[in-house]
């Protein structure tokens, strides 16, 4: 008799729900020729000064470990980015932390705040992985449901609604994944206000904020009273499209930036060296390459939702980050059964706004970063299959 | 020119034969407007024309050789060196001339069928012009990157996996 092993399994690690996209993945990998703008990545691959320059530290033997909060090169390029871009102000030497990407910042961050039973708001439909990482962290998420009618942006009395004496934290995606929706200043000072009279700290999870289409973006940490009340997350995946490089950073308050360095320094050691002298590159060449992806962005979010507009799908135009998250309401399938049904018959996959949170049912999130031939190709696909199903 | 004619102009210079339709949707234009921007493009000879690149060693049977050469010449006195460019470019085996600073005058892109063909036009039209000193010639072997498209490259190439978070 084999040994069952699944019993040694933790109880709580045990009761996470495995992603909804997990199983949306295996079905579309399955499929040849598929169109895909399920991808939450940018198609452009990393600069290419980037790429040299990180060869460049292998080639002088730069392979060892690095402190435990990161090149302090590094450290002292993202302080004096963020005071540039967004005018706030951080120690490189105590109130930044350089991460495996912006998840494990968002990780240790909680697990660095969390005492058992505090709860966590997350703002739905969000990142799949923020309910679980509360959870692992022995927290208990709460989640709040934005609505399409208010372009999916956190209203401040359902935030208060929410609210019990338990709250210790909000994580807030700004510009957000998967609905695009950007908050500006005047949206985010009511949620500050709250923030400030119970008490609380924000998780701020800035990782698309380079990729912001209208208005300039304002980080939360920028509003007042707020930075000793912000961990600002952020990242060199989306902006640089480095992704796979993974590599994050947080910056806050220097008291839970060294707690969270704890934890990273007993987990993690440090980000991968050569990852760190590629962003190190990627911060001094400044923002030329930066620019370029993000007017071709730009156009494509035009593109795709005037697309959809035609379509006669109710879409909220994105303000950033690239993805556009209309409805599809009107066929009257669940977001599910057509993805599932685009995906076998038009082949063109997308995920089910059901995984993001409750209140991303009847809604699709399309990833507009992929070339126009293909987009063009997939929305005369989308619109065919919707015309079929509204009939 | 405004913000979103820059941006038709970097269209265009990407791909010529971009849609009017699609170029008004990606740049939140109507279709109208885009056209009329294209048609002052081209009467104030921003746009001078539209041309296809085309990799030629990937079609059987072609012959071609491209040489770049390098061109002292002796500017004319009160025409510089304006005139003894013309002199060059009109010939039709001419492709390209650009006024370089440095070590020679004038780079020239000449294309012939055969290295012969392109050497007997060195020897016999650009050496005997009266301006000219000397001429380099240096063969193109192979083409790597042309106008900012690198040769071979799959654009169809995607890395990433068809969903993720």
């Known amino acids: 008799m084999s040994l069952d092993t699944s019993r040694f399994i933790a109880e709580h690690v045990e009761a996470l729900k495995p992603s909804g996209i997990r199983r949306f993945f295996d079905l579309a990998s399955t499929m040849e020729n598929v169109i895909s703008l399920g991808v939450g990545e940018p198609d452009f691959v990393t600069p290419w000064n980037v790429i040299e320059a990180s060869y460049h530290s292998l080639e002088q033997g730069y392979t060892a470990y690095t402190a435990n909060a990161g090149l302090m090169e590094l450290r002292e390029l993202i302080s004096d980015y963020l005071k540039t871009t967004y005018a706030v102000t951080y120690r490189p030497a105590d109130q930044v932390i350089v991460t495996v990407g912006a998840s494990q910042a968002i990780d240790i961050a909680l697990r660095a705040i969390l005492n058992p039973g505090d709860e966590v708001i997350i703002v739905e439909p969000c990142f799949v992985a923020y309910a679980s990482a509360v959870s692992l962290a022995g927290g208990v998420p709460v989640s709040v449901g934005t609505k399409a009618e208010n372009g999916f942006k956190l209203q401040p009395q359902e935030l208060k609604n929410a609210l019990t004496a338990k709250t210790k934290a909000i994580i807030l995606c700004n510009p957000n994944n998967p609905t695009g929706t950007m908050l500006n200043r005047e949206e985010l000072l009511p949620i500050a206000e709250l923030v400030e009279e119970h008490d609380l700290l924000v998780l701020s999870d800035e990782i698309y904020a380079e990729l912001s289409y209208e208005a300039d973006y304002v980080s939360f940490s920028s509003l007042p009273n707020m930075q000793d009340r912000t961990i600002l997350i952020s990242g060199f995946s989306k902006s640089f499209a480095m992704t796979g490089w993974r590599l994050g950073y947080a910056a806050g308050p220097a008291e839970l930036i060294q707690a969270m360095t704890k934890i990273h320094q007993y987990t993690i050691m440090c980000a991968p060296t050569m990852a760190q002298y590629g962003a190190v590159e990627a911060l001094r060449s400044g923002s030329a390459s930066v620019e370029h992806m993000r007017k071709s962005y730009r156009q494509r979010r035009n593109f795709v939702t005037s697309a959809f507009e035609e379509m006669g799908l109710m879409t909220n135009r994105p303000g950033g980050a690239f993805y556009i998250f209309p409805s599809i309401k009107e066929t009257g399938m669940t977001s599910e059964a057509f993805a599932e049904a685009l995906l076998i018959e038009e082949k063109v996959a997308v995920v089910p706004g059901s995984v993001f949170g409750e209140s991303g049912e009847g809604y699709i999130r399309c990833s507009y970063a992929t070339s126009m031939k293909q987009l063009t190709e997939a929305m005369k696909r989308i619109k065919r299959f919707v015309e079929k199903h509204t009939a | ?165």
């Not at chain 2, 265009?12 to 407007?33: F, Q, T, Y």
């Not at chain 2, 013309?86 to 370089?100: G, N």
Request: aromatic share 8%; no cysteine.
């Open chain 2, 1 to 165: 020119m405004d913000k979103k004619e820059i941006e038709i102009l970097e269209l265009l210079e990407k791909n010529g034969r971009m849609d009017v339709h699609m170029i008004a949707r990606m740049v939140e234009l109507s279709v109208d407007e885009v056209e009329a921007a294209i048609s002052k493009f081209e009467e104030m000879q921003i746009v001078h024309g539209y041309s296809t690149l085309i990799d030629w060693t990937e079609v059987r049977g072609h012959e071609g050789v491209t040489a770049m050469i390098d061109v002292k010449v002796t500017p004319i006195r009160g025409k510089g060196f304006d005139d003894v460019a013309e002199r060059i470019y009109r010939f039709p085996e001419v492709k390209a001339v650009y006024l370089m600073s440095g070590a020679y005058d004038l780079s020239v892109s000449v294309e012939g069928k055969t290295m012969s063909q392109v050497a007997r036009f060195v020897s016999e039209k650009l050496s005997t012009l009266d301006t000219v000193i000397s001429t380099t010639t240096h063969f193109i072997l192979k083409k790597y990157k042309h106008d900012g498209i690198i040769f071979g490259e799959d654009d169809n190439n995607d890395r990433r996996m068809p969903v993720s978070p």
